[in-house]
Each structure stands twice: as C-alpha cells, then as structure tokens.
C-alpha cells in the first residue's frame, strides 16, 4: 500500500474518533386527559404524550471542537386497549426543532398539547395553537388548521393563537381573532356559527339556601342507597355530624357532611331516617348514625360512583359495593380498592400501582366504566433521593373478581 493512502486513511480514522456525540430521550410525558375512544365499537383508551429528543455532535476544527445541539419534541399518540391495559399501536402525530446550533436554552419548550374529542370517525386535539383531526382506527392526519383555512378562505389569519380558545362540542369548536365563534364538524368538516351552551341559571334567594354549593373536584362519595337502606362510610365525627340533620341537607346533599379528609380511617355505618313535615313541605332526614359491627376499615374511604353521578358503581354479579382507600398516608401510599359482597364482607382488595393524594395536582385520576372493566389512569410517584418521580399508568380491573392489569407510560412496560 503506498505511503500516502496509508497516511490518508490514518487522517480519516483520528477525524472520525474526534467526532463526537450521542442522543437523549427525555421521560415522556401525558399532555391533558386520556379519551375513551370509539372505534368502529371497539373502546379504546388514547394518550397523548409529549418527549424532548437531544441530539449533540462534536467535531473538530482547527481552533478545537465545535459542539452543536438539537433539541426536538415528539408528539406521539398511544391507543390501548382497555380490556388489558395493553398498548394496540403509537402515532407520531407532530415533531419540531425546538433547537437547532450552539448548546444554549431550550426554545420553544413550553409548546404542550391536548386531546378534544371525538366527531365520528375522527379526534380533534390541538399541539400548540394548531388543531388537527385524527383517525379513530390509526391515529392519521385527517384535517388540520391548513385544511381548515384552504376550505373556508374566510378564516386566513384569524385562527386564535391561544391554545385555550380552542373546545369540543360535538366537533371543534373556536374562538377567531374577532371574537366570533364558529364549529367544525362532520368529515367534510364544515363550517357553522357557533353559540355556547347557555350556563346554568344561578339559584338565587330562598331556593340558594335549600341547595348548598358543591365542593370542587371529585368529593367523596361517602352516602348511598344500598338495598333500600342508607349506608354510610364515615369516621366517628362524620357520623355524628351526619344525624344532626333538622332539615334534611345532609341526606338530601351529603357532600355537607363533615370531611376529615387524608387522615380519615372510616367505617361503614347504617343510617335512619324518617319522613317530616313541620312547615309545608314533607322532606326526608337523618336521625341516627349506627356502627356496623365487624365493619373493615378504609383510610380515606369512599364509594367508587358511576362516572358523572353522585350513585355508586354496583360491581357486576352478585350485589355488593366497590370502596376505594389508601394502604398509607405518606409518599408510599398506594390506591387500592376493595368490593364488599352483599352482607357488606370484604370479597377482596387490590392494591394499583397509584398514588392518591387529594393534593396532587399533576394528573387527576380518570375512571372509566365498561360493561366489565374499570379502566383508571393516573400517577404513581416514587421518591429517588430527594427526587420524586412521577410515573403514568393505565390500570384495567375487573369488578367482579378483582383481576387487574398494569402498564407504566412512561417506560412502555407492565410495572
């Protein structure tokens, strides 16, 4: 070999050693709620994840190495199936180049996105201040604000670049740079006026005062109708605030029953009532509150109610109840849930992979009900030194014999 091509190849290989570089994959994250899907009948459970991918290279120069970073975000969609808690397929719906040269910040960052909901065959969500339509079968790009604006001319420019003036009803729904509202619906995607739902009429005067304000957020169920008895899920204190009960509001609204809250180790206790009409009206109340003997035990207890009502959820089968607690109060605590048989028994319980914490803000616990499953999504955090990691999982548990099935988003694996 001459001289000289050994002397080039050897240049070659010092250059290619002194290049450098490598990818990283930051942790996924769930951007707004899960949607329960429906696919051509089949329910599918969808999440929309955001991931940061950092890209870094090194080469040399002759006044040293030169680093470069890219920095992109993915926006993938995940459908599971809610049966096993198991992923069908993933859709890469929406990459950017937050970054492109010298290392420095991190641009365009902050961009999140979020589910809207379904119209047909489609799911609108927006990324941004872009909305696009999916499909229901493959996660597709069906429609988006290009579309949009090539079908009806009069929307160029006005399109809202707040994320947040974009809604669902019944297909997308949007404010435009003029203040006036309009829809998108049907797979033609056709273009109406848009007027909101009118707000619920404010109770004023003396009806304000028979119905009491409810609580923000998912109070607990903690007063129920089981088989034509009133049974309740209360601690010591609860329960003696629950039959002081002249005019009837703690039975009529039992949200205005004292809440002990995290700490609350609650019982099960029956209640009596009795029929009254000491004015003009006859109204039902709460008399007594008495102990169920032998009844379980359940830190921060409560009935696990129908999605969207204040009735609780009756496990397939034979009669019984669903309660859902916590195993402890600090960061290892754990969601679980427990079914009680007909003569209100323990038949079992089990354990989620879920923290429950009323503070935690991060990603409220969804339910979802299905004629056999009861699909939870929410997030179990771990304390690593004084890290705390917050993991996304979608559980699926069968009601009627406790079985259940986990997967962790954010590893792609069953935990």
């Known amino acids: 070999m001459p001289a000289i091509l050994r002397l080039l190849m050897l240049l070659a290989a010092l250059g290619l050693s002194a290049c450098g570089g490598g990818t990283r994959l930051e942790p996924r994250e ?13 329910p599918r459970l969808w999440l929309l994840t955001r991931q940061e991918e950092t890209r870094e290279s090194s080469n040399p120069t002759r006044r040293g190495p030169s680093s470069r970073k890219l920095v992109l975000v993915h926006f993938d969609l995940h459908a599971f199936d809610p049966m096993t808690a198991r992923p069908l397929w993933t859709r890469r719906v929406h990459s950017f180049k937050a970054q492109d040269g010298l290392v420095g910040p991190v641009v365009g960052s902050t961009v999140r996105g979020r589910l809207l909901g379904q119209d047909g065959d489609r799911v609108w969500l927006v990324i941004g201040r872009d909305p696009r339509a ?25 399109l809202p670049e707040d994320p947040q003036r974009y809604g669902f009803d019944a297909g997308l729904v949007f404010m435009a740079a003029d203040a006036s509202q309009y829809a998108v619906r049907g797979p033609g995607g ?12 404010v109770i004023v005067g003396h009806e304000a005062a028979k119905v009491p304000l409810r609580p923000t957020g998912d109070w607990p169920l903690r007063l129920v109708d089981f088989g034509g008895r009133w049974l309740g899920l209360f601690t010591g204190p609860e329960a003696e605030d629950a039959a002081v009960d002249p005019f009837g509001r703690h039975l009529a609204f039992p949200y ?21 009409q000491p004015f003009d009206e006859r109204f039902d109340r709460l008399t007594a509150m008495t102990a169920l003997e032998g009844s379980p035990t359940f830190l921060r207890g409560r009935f696990v109610r129908q999605p969207g009502s204040d009735l609780p959820l009756a496990p397939p089968g034979a009669p019984g109840l669903l309660v859902w607690h916590n195993t402890r109060i600090d960061r290892e605590g754990r969601l679980a849930m427990t079914r009680l048989d007909g003569a ?8 989620l992979p879920l923290s429950d914490s009323p503070s935690n803000a991060h990603l409220p616990t969804c339910v979802w009900t299905l004629p056999e499953r009861l699909v939870v999504v929410g997030e179990l955090a771990t304390t ?8 996304v999982h979608v559980v699926s548990v069968d ?17």
Request: charged letters at 20%; a negative charge; proline letters at 7%.
């Open 30 to 42: 769930v951007q707004g709620y899960a949607a329960l899907v429906d696919d051509g009948g089949q």
């Open 134 to 158: 999916v499909a229901t079968s493959d996660g597709r790009l069906l429609d988006d604000a290009e579309c949009i604006v090539t079908r009806h001319p009069q929307l160029a420019g006005m």
């Open 190 to 201: 056709a273009l109406s006026a848009y007027t909101p739902p009118p707000k619920p009429a």
């Open 256 to 276: 205005t029953v004292i809440d002990e809250g995290a700490l609350a180790r609650r019982t099960l206790w029956w209640g009596t009532v009795e029929s009254v």
């Open 344 to 351: 209100l028994a323990r038949a079992w319980t089990r354990e």
């Open 384 to 391: 690593q030194g004084e890290r705390v990691l917050r993991e």
């Open 399 to 415: 009601p009627a014999t406790g079985e259940l099935a986990a997967w962790n988003v954010q590893r792609g694996a069953a935990p």
